[in-house]
């Protein structure tokens, strides 16, 4: 199988934080608010849906369809708690946006509100329009900064005088941690792109460090990944001491998944990190004991 082309987009989502691009200034109203207040509201600000605020948690989600059907009915009297949706989808600030874009190809949503992880107090909003933005400005700010590094990589090891050099970084990965999930990804990338290295390679390394950092925080009590940098490539190793694999090929197969049902209604879990990162790299080699743990290798090699 062929090496997959990532684009810069796709590298952002994996990321950028849904803090980094949602709105803050939120349209909100009481569950105790007649649903006739609504029809100034929505036709006002040209919205289809609005989050339902008891003090500054969220407590449901009104929308535009709720809203003609109590037109219908002539049931305008009703209070939003009668007719607001208690189930609601939601995302965390210091989720990727990955997640965002999986949740509206999901949901097939055209907002998703945002929380705090702890305290669940609503903190923002997130539209497929607010992610393109984000985007865009984030591709103009890096472009430059791209240019200035590009060449830096190959000038970085001929700085260093020995017959062979290897840079070697470590990283602890604590599981079921979902706060600090992608941190060690991030961590990586910083550290390359400020050594210079070409930016298409850091963008594989980055999603196929941040799919093997995601398995471990889901399946494992945690681990540790090792990247080991020379002149020709970069190969990272992530092993932990988890619950293992008992069929690799079956595991490697795009959907399968066998994360709990918590874990999915988290955003993570959903089949695709280990085939993420055989496309991303261009070497993979994973082995796996039941009750023993997982050694993972991927190998991406450097192309200036």
């Given amino acids: 199988m062929g090496v997959k082309e990532f684009t810069k987009v796709q590298e952002l989502v994996y990321e950028m934080k849904a803090e980094q691009v949602m709105t803050r200034s939120v349209v909100t109203v009481s569950p105790d608010n007649l649903m006739s207040d609504l029809r100034e509201l929505l036709r006002d600000k040209k919205i289809s849906g609005v989050p339902v605020v008891a003090g500054e948690r969220l407590v449901g989600m009104i929308s535009l369809e709720d809203f003609i059907k109590c037109l219908i009915e002539g049931r305008m009297s009703c209070t939003v708690r009668e007719r607001m949706s208690n189930s609601v989808a939601t995302l965390c600030e210091d989720e990727p946006l990955v997640k965002a874009v999986e949740e509206f190809d999901r949901l097939g949503y055209g907002r998703l509100p945002v929380v705090e992880r702890a305290s669940g107090r609503l903190v923002g909003i997130i539209t497929k329009g607010d992610i393109i933005r984000g985007l865009l400005k984030k591709l103009e700010v890096n472009y430059l900064e791209e240019e200035i590094h590009r ?154």
């Fill in 151 to 304: 060449y830096r990589a190959s000038h970085f090891f001929e700085d260093v005088i020995a017959d062979r050099t290897t840079l070697i970084f470590q990283y602890k990965v604590v599981g079921k941690d979902f706060s600090r999930a992608g941190l060690t990804s991030s961590s990586l990338k910083k550290t390359l792109r400020r050594m210079g290295m070409p930016p298409r390679d850091i963008r594989r390394l980055a999603i196929a460090t941040y799919e093997a950092e995601i398995n471990m925080t889901v399946f494992t009590d945690g681990g540790e990944i090792t990247a080991y940098i020379t002149p020709e490539e970069i190969r990272v190793e992530a092993v932990d001491q988890g619950p293992g694999i008992a069929d690799i090929e079956q595991a490697m197969q795009p959907g399968f998944s066998t994360a709990p049902e918590w874990v999915r209604e988290l955003g993570f879990g959903a089949g695709m990190g280990l085939n993420n990162i055989q496309k991303c790299s261009d070497e993979m080699h994973l082995t796996s004991t039941v009750s023993s743990g997982t050694r993972l290798e991927f190998v991406v090699k450097i192309d200036y």
